[in-house]
T-cell receptor
Framework: GEDVEQSLFLSVREGDSSVINCTYT??????LYWYKQEPGAGLQLLTY?????DMKQDQRLTVLLNKKDKHLSLRIADTQTGDSAIYFC?????????????FGAGTRLFVKA | DAGVIQSPRHEVTEMGQEVTLRCKPI?????LFWYRQTMMRGLELLIY????????DSGMPEDRFSAKMPNASFSTLKIQPSEPRDSAVYFC?????????????FGDGTRLSIL
């Protein structure tokens, strides 16, 4: 079935690196996304990776994609208290009816000062 | 650029009342999605539209829920009659068609409390 899986919680100390993991289901997924949700707000697109890429770096964020294992990870370097939020992984692919996006349940990141 | 705009931000009402949530998608986006978020179930897709036409409403929980998109710049999600278990945060999101990257852009949500 279609399911994007993430661990529910992650706790790190300020200044450490955070690694949030995700497994997805559809090998034909075209784009894989990471969204961030802060308290009281909607989901904000953080970064994305195209399926023919292995890695993407954007300032403190590094996305790694292992297509063989259908595994996606988001690494946040030098984690700050402002990074405390829920992080959602999502996969997206096209079909004759348009395109479909499936979200994971979200990983709640706690950053300890 | 104006993002997805939802109203109201908060709604508190008594069970049995009709509730209407509103959404204005980003101009030019032809997909519109309604989601519900709760602690128990996480983020659930309720329904989505393409070019104002409902494409998949399999996530709508019951007949008490209905959604409309009368034009490209406006959509409503209505609950009638409302029940306490409908209490949740409801998000609207929009995206555009294309061969390139088509991420969904989310509004800030409507926090609904049914007493």
């Amino acid at each position: 079935g279609e399911d994007v899986e993430q661990s529910l919680f992650l706790s790190v100390r300020e200044g450490d690196s955070s690694v949030i993991n995700c497994t997805y289901t559809d090998s034909s997924s075209t784009y894989l996304y990471w969204y961030k949700q802060e308290p009281g707000a909607g989901l904000q697109l953080l970064t994305y990776i195209f399926s023919n890429m292995d890695m993407k770096q954007d300032q403190r964020l590094t996305v790694l994609l292992n297509k063989k294992d259908k595994h996606l990870s988001l690494r946040i370097a030098d984690t700050q208290t402002g990074d405390s939020a829920i992080y959602f992984c999502a996969e997206s692919w096209g079909n004759t009816g348009g395109f479909k996006t499936i979200f994971g349940a979200g990983t709640r990141l706690f950053v300890k000062a | 650029d104006a993002g997805v705009i939802q109203s109201p931000r908060h709604e508190v009402t008594e069970m049995g009342q009709e509730v209407t949530l509103r959404c204005k998608p980003i101009s030019g986006h032809d997909y519109l999605f309604w989601y519900r978020q709760t602690m128990m179930r996480g983020l659930e897709l309720l329904i989505y539209f393409n070019n104002n036409v409902p494409i998949d409403d399999s996530g709508m929980p019951e007949d008490r829920f209905s959604a409309k998109m009368p034009n490209a710049s406006f959509s409503t999600l209505k609950i009638q009659p409302s029940e306490p278990r409908d209490s949740a945060v409801y998000f609207c999101a929009s995206s555009s068609t294309g061969l390139g990257n088509q991420p969904q852009h989310f509004g800030d949500g409507t926090r609904l409390s049914i007493l």
